[in-house]
């Protein structure tokens, strides 16, 4: 039984025609799988492989090398919170907000709640510091955020 959908793999197949040669569109496709199933399985990186005509530890390669991809041992949440690190954001309370979250939801950065719901995530700078601390849900940016606003936000509450 395959892992991909006939949706990843279309998508994956489409983005070869974009690209210079098929082993660029590893972190596409590698982003897309995640996407989709909320991690990047074994099976799933073999999958890649055979459609971008390369060797499966090639995909596990550029997968291991970026720290966002995450295992089928170690899948995200429902939704990924990405916290600000860089300093504007630290200088306006980026630290406490991750350490608040941390403490309500009762995990580490890089973990993800016992109910499946977020993966909290440290970001060294998310570009935005003029709406410092800000955050990222999934593709969303929040600026100026509070823990309780980041909650509502993460849990759909907002």
Excluded at 22 to 41: D, F, G, M, W, Y
Aim: a negative charge; glycine letters at 6%.
């Amino acid at each position: 039984m395959s892992e991909l959908s006939d949706a990843s793999r279309e998508k994956i197949i489409a983005y070869c025609d974009k690209y210079p040669n098929k082993q660029a569109v590893t972190l596409p496709a590698l982003h897309i799988v995640q996407h989709e199933r909320r991690c990047v399985s074994a099976k799933a990186m073999e999958e890649i492989a055979e459609i971008l005509d390369l060797a499966p530890s090639q995909i596990h390669d550029t997968a291991s090398f970026y720290g966002f991809f995450r295992d089928e041992n170690r899948p995200l949440g429902k939704k990924r919170v990405w916290v600000c690190r860089s300093l504007p954001c630290m200088l306006r309370g980026g630290e406490k907000l991750l350490a608040e979250l941390a403490e309500k939801w009762n995990l580490h950065p890089g973990e993800t709640t016992a109910d499946g719901e977020v993966t909290l995530e440290i970001a060294e700078c998310l570009g935005a510091c003029d709406g410092a601390p800000c955050i990222l849900i999934e593709d969303e940016l929040h600026e100026r955020v509070s823990a309780d606003d980041v909650d509502k936000l993460a849990r759909g509450d907002a």
